[in-house]
Nanobody
Framework: QVQLQESGPGLVTPSQTLSLTCTVS??????????WAWIRQPPGKGLEWMGS???????YYSPALRSRSSISRDTSKNQFTLQLSSVTPEDAAVYYC???????WGQGTQVTVSS
């Protein structure tokens, strides 16, 4: 069974770049037909799809976050990474890495933005 685990800093300073990594076990991120997404949930708000990367490395981004987001992968480590630049307190959320088209989500990682 594929399992996902997020890692990264729990606290980020405003204007800095947030970097989160998702480590995938039990399956390859390059398996034909799969994709890997980042979804976040700010406190008291709904889920927000941020972007995804396909098994072939093609990326897609939410229009609202496109200018600040970058998703990449390291196939040798079976990981994919989210970078979100110029963070503000509005970027505070629980960040999840998610397999597609189906599968179990990572447990999520809380990110706080504060000086």
């Amino acid at each position: 069974q594929v399992q996902l685990q997020e890692s990264g800093p729990g606290l980020v300073t405003p204007s800095q770049t947030l970097s989160l990594t998702c480590t995938v076990s039990g399956g390859s991120i390059t398996t034909n037909g799969v994709y890997w997404a980042w979804i976040r949930q700010p406190p008291g708000k709904g889920l927000e799809w941020m972007g995804s990367i396909t098994y072939g490395g093609t990326t897609y981004y939410s229009p609202a976050l496109r200018s600040r987001s970058s998703i990449s992968r390291d196939t040798s480590k079976n990981q994919f990474t989210l970078q979100l630049s110029s963070v503000t307190p509005e970027d505070a959320a629980v960040y999840y890495c998610v397999p597609g088209p189906q599968g179990s989500w990572g447990q999520g990682t809380q990110v706080t933005v504060s000086s």
